[in-house]
């Protein structure tokens, strides 16, 4: 049988298949009957992103297979194959669909099914940045759990996202392997079919980051092709079906790597056999062209980003350090190079092994740099990533910053030799590697002895902090000589840029303004350029001459001018991955405001998915705008239209993590106390006309500004 054959004999077998579980939820359900995947704005992610056409109820699905039937055309040439993969992958999207019908929840962990929306926005910053550098699909069994483990394990190590579906969901169950998107192994499902919701992932990435029209199948192709780099890992035996998911895989750009080798030919780059499993790594990456950035540090246990959303339990702890309870804390700090030996790494006070089990202990651990091109404005930028180093570390666990950390070290990397003096080497290493321009030499001293941390926490890192607390303060749009530019989206959102000051981060929340700075110094021709401000054409609303001439070099001329102000008059456009959007709500006069976590409903009749819907792909929207959590307390935010006193509604959790300095800016603008209380949440209500009563009855100051609209 040819390849061909295989892949209509496969796609038909599907197609049947669907056909009949179509038939017999409509006679189960009815026609009327409503289907759609939950927590996404686009229902059928997969069939609506080529087709544009929503499916909402089970005659819609019903049709959408007549349509699925007319890709299935039978000539035997290379396209019939890919668009009967194609038709091979809807199907499975519409057997997938059925399962969550009647809000059933057909997938139990560690089992993930389809993924929401907001999981594909989180992926976006680690995407462009590279911190995720590909996307593996593994499919099938291993020939043995080992030899599959091993393979999953060598992608988690490179930071790569790997999916799994089929019979490799056991064996990395069987071998007790952690999964997760915490740890970037998910198990979609053991069905074939749930190879869908990965495909989804590249799918909507295209309708969310990449402004594709849905229906223009040709640019949805060419975009997974050009933008998403994934791959897929067949084990053999291959059947029919799976060598017409295949065929849909190769359709969107993505090669297939099998150790399957009969009645398979070879397509050079697309469709690749490789006996040996242990060599899918590296002919993988070849095959997709994914470069893997190495940092190579001498400890004994894994260090990848994979590595980064781990967690310790109490249980499995050796021990901890926790800035809450005793004195802790982490620091960088400037010196001259005379004051600094490259690579020195003290440990002062007692290691992991002097410490009793399960105990709580101080840790202070300062880090010293020199360099001819350092500034203390650094200083911070480099301290915050000391979260994420410390977290690729395998069993060794990192939250919070400054003096109020808490880092715990697991019992197997204890067991595996981890002690403090391996702390320092990450932090040098990494340190050195991500800040080259800037560090030219780095020391490290961690500090155990309690009476010593309490003092460098109180008599050196505090007085620290407050200065820069101070500078930050400082800091405003109107203080500096310049903003940024931030691109790095552009690698999923070709047409988007983010303006950034320092009373306006940008959207995603992680690049402030001394970020940016700090990114432009250590690369200059890299993603944030200096953009000046000395033309000004508007202050109300923010508008610039030479903020417009950046923003149209750096949009290549897809955006013409930008306010930094306004939700209504050129407001900045979005890539996909913000923390927060929000959205007029017409009745009250004001805006809603929604994160990503946030499942539920918001008065504007949205969700978050929704919402985040409206905008994206570098585009303007008027009336809705993407943006970074610590945006909402800024003194900017919506300055055009009257400021935070336009912010009628919030979840309760955002809500509470900004009320403090929310209440600071709203004093300072309306002389309002407790401005937070006049805000509604989601346990007051979502509905409009009863949000409306709410603000009236608290005196909420949207209610008199005027209209907005
Ligand atoms: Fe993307 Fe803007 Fe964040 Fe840069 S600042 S990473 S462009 S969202
Ligand atoms: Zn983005």
């Given at each position: 049988?040819t ?7 496969g ?8 056909e009949?579980?179509?038939n017999?939820a409509?006679d189960?359900y009815g026609e ?12 059928l992610p997969c069939?609506?992103?080529v087709?544009?056409?929503k499916v ?5 699905l019903k ?5 699925v039937k007319t890709l299935m055309?039978?000539e035997k040439?290379l ?12 199907c499975a999207?519409f057997i997938?669909?059925?399962k969550y ?9 560690p089992l993930y099914?389809h993924?929401?929306?907001a ?6 910053v ?8 590909g996307?593996?699909?593994i499919?099938?069994s ?14 988690q190590?490179q930071g ?6 089929g019979g490799i969901?056991d064996?990395?169950?069987e071998?007790g392997?952690s999964?997760g ?6 198990p ?8 869908i919701?990965v ?7 295209a309708l ?5 029209t849905p229906?223009?199948?040709a640019?949805l192709m060419?975009?997974?092709f050009?933008r998403?780099?994934?791959f897929v890992?067949?084990?053999?035996p291959?059947?029919?079906?799976i060598?017409?998911c295949g065929?849909?895989?190769?359709a969107l750009g993505f ?11 070879r397509?050079p780059?697309?469709l ?7 060599k899918?790594n590296?002919?993988?990456?070849e095959a997709r062209?994914?470069?893997i950035k190495?940092t190579?540090?001498d ?6 980003s994979a590595?980064?959303?781990?967690i310790?339990?109490?249980k499995?702890m050796?021990v ?7 004195d802790?804390?982490?620091?960088v ?17 007692p290691d992991?092994?002097e ?5 709580k202990?101080?840790i202070?651990?300062?880090v010293?740099v020199a360099?001819?091109?350092?500034q203390?404005?650094f200083e911070?930028?480099?301290e915050?990533k000391?979260?994420?180093?410390i ?10 910053q400054r ?12 067991g595996?030799?981890f002690r403090?003096?391996?702390i320092?080497?990450?932090?040098y290493a990494?340190?050195?590697n ?8 780095c020391?490290?001293k961690i500090y155990t002895d309690p ?6 926490r109180?008599?050196v890192?505090?007085v620290?902090?407050d200065?820069?607390d ?7 749009d109107e203080?500096?000589e310049?903003y940024y ?6 690698a999923f959102?070709p ?6 000051t320092?009373?306006?981060?940008g959207?995603?929340?992680?690049v402030?303004?001394?970020?940016a700075k ?10 944030c350029?200096i953009?000046t401000?000395e ?6 609303i923010?508008?610039?001459e030479?903020?417009n001439e950046?923003v149209?070099?750096?949009?290549q ?6 306010s930094?102000y306004s939700?209504?008059e050129k407001p900045m456009?979005s890539?996909?991955c ?6 007029i709500?017409p ?8 994160n ?6 918001t008065?504007?009749?949205?969700t978050?998915?929704?919402?985040a819907s409206?905008?994206?792909?570098g585009?303007?929207?008027p009336?809705?705008?993407?943006h970074g959590?610590?945006?909402?307390a800024?003194?900017k935010?919506?300055k055009a ?6 912010i009628?509604w919030?979840?309760?959790e955002?809500k509470e ?6 209440n600071v800016?709203?004093?300072?603008l ?16 979502t509905?409009?006309?009863?949000l ?5 009855e608290?005196?909420?100051p949207?209610?008199s500004m005027?209209?907005?609209?």
């Amino acid at each position: 049988m040819t390849l061909f054959d295989r892949v209509f004999s496969g796609n038909d077998a599907v197609y049947g298949l669907t056909e009949q579980a179509i038939n017999a939820a409509i006679d189960q359900y009815g026609e009327d009957k409503a289907v759609s995947f939950p927590h996404t704005a686009y229902s059928l992610p997969c069939y609506y992103a080529v087709t544009g056409t929503k499916v909402t109820n089970l005659k819609d699905l019903k049709e959408a297979l007549g349509v699925v039937k007319t890709l299935m055309t039978r000539e035997k040439r290379l396209n019939d194959a890919f668009m009967s993969g194609v038709a091979t992958a809807l199907c499975a999207e519409f057997i997938e669909v059925l399962k969550y019908i009647d809000g059933a929840t057909p997938y139990e962990e560690p089992l993930y099914g389809h993924l929401a929306d907001a999981v594909i926005r989180e992926l976006g910053v680690p995407l462009v940045t590279g911190d995720i550098p590909g996307v593996a699909v593994i499919l099938g069994s291993a020939p043995t759990a080992e030899e599959g483990v091993a393979l999953v394990k060598s992608y988690q190590a490179q930071g790569i996202l790997v999916t799994l579906v089929g019979g490799i969901c056991d064996q990395v169950a069987e071998a007790g392997m952690s999964t997760g998107a915490n740890v970037r192994v998910i198990p979609l499902g053991k069905d074939v079919t749930s190879v869908i919701h990965v495909v989804s992932v590249a799918l909507r990435a295209a309708l969310i980051f990449g402004n594709i029209t849905p229906g223009d199948a040709a640019n949805l192709m060419k975009y997974t092709f050009e933008r998403v780099p994934a791959f897929v890992n067949a084990f053999a035996p291959l059947d029919d079906v799976i060598v017409a998911c295949g065929a849909g895989a190769i359709a969107l750009g993505f090669p297939v790597i099998t150790n399957e080798t009969e009645n398979i030919f070879r397509v050079p780059k697309s469709l690749i056999v490789q006996t040996d499993v242990s060599k899918f790594n590296a002919t993988s990456l070849e095959a997709r062209d994914i470069k893997i950035k190495i940092t190579n540090i001498d400890i004994p246990v894994a260090f990848a980003s994979a590595f980064e959303g781990e967690i310790i339990r109490r249980k499995e702890m050796q021990v901890e350090f926790d800035g809450s309870r005793v004195d802790c804390c982490e620091l960088v700090q400037t010196k001259e190079m005379s004051e600094v030996e490259d690579h020195k790494i003290e440990v002062i006070g007692p290691d992991v092994d002097e410490m009793e089990l399960g105990s709580k202990n101080s840790i202070a651990y300062v880090v010293e740099v020199a360099g001819k091109n350092m500034q203390s404005d650094f200083e911070p930028v480099i301290e915050r990533k000391f979260h994420n180093y410390i977290n690729c570390i395998e069993g060794v666990y990192h939250t919070g910053q400054r003096d109020m950390l808490r880092i715990r070290i697991g019992q197997a990397a204890f067991g595996a030799g981890f002690r403090l003096r391996h702390i320092g080497e990450v932090l040098y290493a990494s340190v050195k590697n991500e800040f080259e321009a800037v560090v030219d030499k780095c020391q490290v001293k961690i500090y155990t002895d309690p009476e010593k941390c309490t003092d460098i926490r109180h008599n050196v890192a505090q007085v620290t902090f407050d200065k820069r607390d101070d500078r930050l303060k400082s800091l405003t749009d109107e203080s500096v000589e310049v903003y940024y530019s931030c691109i790095l989206c552009q690698a999923f959102s070709p047409s988007h840029v983010c303006v950034v000051t320092p009373e306006r981060l940008g959207l995603c929340g992680a690049v402030s303004w001394l970020d940016a700075k700090a990114t432009n110094e250590l690369d200059p021709n890299g993603p944030c350029q200096i953009i000046t401000k000395e033309r000004p054409i508007d202050e109300r609303i923010g508008e610039y001459e030479d903020v417009n001439e950046a923003v149209r070099k750096f949009s290549q001329g897809a955006l013409e001018d930008v306010s930094l102000y306004s939700i209504i008059e050129k407001p900045m456009t979005s890539c996909g991955c913000f923390e927060c959007i929000c959205g007029i709500e017409p009745l009250s006069n004001g805006v809603c405001i929604a994160n990503r976590e946030y499942a539920g409903m918001t008065p504007i009749g949205m969700t978050f998915p929704e919402l985040a819907s409206m905008t994206g792909g570098g585009v303007q929207t008027p009336g809705f705008m993407g943006h970074g959590k610590h945006f909402i307390a800024s003194k900017k935010f919506m300055k055009a239209e009257g400021g935070v006193g336009r912010i009628v509604w919030m979840p309760k959790e955002l809500k509470e993590t900004v009320a403090e300095r929310l209440n600071v800016t709203a004093k300072e603008l309306y002389d309002i106390d407790n401005f937070s209380d006049m805000i509604a949440d989601e346990t007051i209500t979502t509905d409009p006309e009863e949000l409306l009563a709410f603000l009236e009855e608290k005196g909420h100051p949207a209610l008199s500004m005027e209209p907005m609209m």
